[in-house]
Every structure is written in C-alpha cells, then in structure tokens.
C-alpha cells in the first residue's frame, strides 16, 4: 500500500503549554483511520497542524512524497488535503449551490479580465463548474435545495453540504472532524453508509475524529488513540476495544 501521509515527531506548543507530543501517524493511500480521545486531547489541533491552520513547533508532515510543512491552508488544499470542521462552517448567506461552486474557484484557469469582462474561457469553466456542482449536490441527496439558503438546511443536510464542498475541492486525503456531531441514530447510520460510499466512489483517504464509537468501530480499519496530547495506542477496532489503556483513558470500560 503506497503512503499517502506520514508525520513525525509533531509536536505544538502554545505558551509553554503542549497540546500536541510526538504525534507519529501513518496512512496508505485508501485508508478509512479514526483518531479517537477524551475532549482536549488534541485531536483538532493535530488536524489544524496537518492543513496548515497551525505550524508545528516541531517534527515533519509528507504528503503524498512532499513536504507539507510551512504551506499555508489555500495550499494544502491544492495539494490534495479538504476538511470538514467540528463546528459546521457554511457560508450561511449563501445557497447551498453556490457553497459548492466556491470550492472550485482555486482550479479555475480563467483570469481577472477574463471573469469580470466574462469573455474567453470563463462560460465554458463556470458551467463545467456549475454541473460538477449539481452533480455533487445530487449525490448528497441536496440537489432539490440547490437555490434554499444554506442556514435554512437542516442539521443533517449542513454536514451533507460541507463534506460535498470538501469533495469539490478533489482531494486524495479526507479528514472529517466529528461528522456525526448533533445527530440523531438514523442520521448517523447514514453518515456511515455515506462515508465508506464516498471513499470508494472518490478513490479517497479518509482521517475520521469521532466521539461516537458505534460509528468509528463499525467503519474504520485502524484507529490512533490520543491522550494529552499524546497517541497511546494504534491498532484495528478489535486491538483498541480490548487494549487496557485505552479502556483506562477514553473508553470507560465499554466493551
């Protein structure tokens, strides 16, 4: 299995204080990884350090074979890395199409000129882009709200519409920060049946942070444990339920 992204020795540092130590990850190209841990154990900030929302005080991040260190977000996202954030962030004024269309505007090739005079290439890629949009709308079951304000979608259809944006952006690696946050069962089972759809159908890498473990041990083939900071355990589903420490810090004595 061909490497697609592997860290080493990452640590943040915030005023002294470390949020993030030694953070060694490894994922193969097709990969469904979850990252589970308590609340504050620093789960965001290491997917933060991996899109270049923070710079690690130290160790490496490669990327498919290239240094991603020192890149600012814009450019990881170029390079094949999307996500999805704990907190949706939508452009809520904006309709649930035109949330989508804007992902594509860091591939478009048309120019300055070209756009505000609407001459040249600018029809042919605005309307590629507008059917690539549908296309992904139709695939999230969001194409009959394509003109509905984005605030206006339910929770659920939020969640749908970030993770279609973030497939706009034709990534290799997905990372999903808490997917399943405020849904109910239903919505949930899915959200599962969603994401190992769209990892075969895209061809994707999938980094999943996820408090629900229902979700996590039913769809991920390995898992990263994270404490303070701190991986304290990798392994498939069935290695983490049983593994002592794991139970000690996170899973309670679930399983």
């Known amino acids: 299995m061909r490497e697609l992204l592997k860290t080493e020795n990452v640590s943040m540092v915030f005023g002294g204080l470390k949020a993030v130590s030694d953070f060694n990850i ?26 270049g929302v923070y710079q690690p005080t130290t160790g490496s991040i490669t990327f498919d074979g290239k240094s991603i260190l020192g890149k600012k977000p814009y450019q990881v996202t170029k390079a094949g890395i999307a996500r999805t954030f704990q907190n949706i962030r939508l452009f809520s004024e904006l309709t649930v199409l035109e949330n989508v ?17 609407r001459i040249g290439r600018y029809f042919k890629e605005e309307r590629a882009i507008e059917e690539e949009a ?3 709308l139709s695939i999230f079951h969001l194409e009959v709200l394509a003109d509905e304000t984005a605030k206006n979608l339910p929770y659920g ?22 997917p399943a946050a405020g849904m109910n069962p239903q919505e949930t089972k899915e959200l ?16 999943l942070i996820e408090h ?19 991986i304290i355990a990798e392994g498939t589903p069935k290695e983490i339920r049983e593994n002592p420490e794991v139970i000690r810090a996170y899973l309670g004595g679930e399983g």
């Open 26 to 51: 490894r994922l193969g190209a097709g990969e469904l990884v979850g990252l589970i841990g308590p609340n504050g154990a620093g789960k965001t900030t290491a997917f933060n350090m991996l899109t």
């Open 101 to 117: 269309k804007i992902a594509f505007q860091s591939r478009v090739k048309y120019g300055l000129i070209e756009s505000v005079l």
């Open 134 to 136: 549908r296309r992904l």
């Open 157 to 178: 259809a939020q969640r749908r519409l970030e993770i279609a944006r973030a497939l706009a952006t034709k990534p290799k690696l997905l990372l999903l920060d808490e």
């Open 192 to 207: 599962m049946e969603m994401i190992r759809w769209i990892r075969k159908e895209f061809g994707l890498t999938i980094l």
């Open 212 to 230: 629900d473990m229902a979700l996590v041990m039913g769809i991920c083939e390995r898992i990263y444990v994270l404490e303070y900071g701190e």
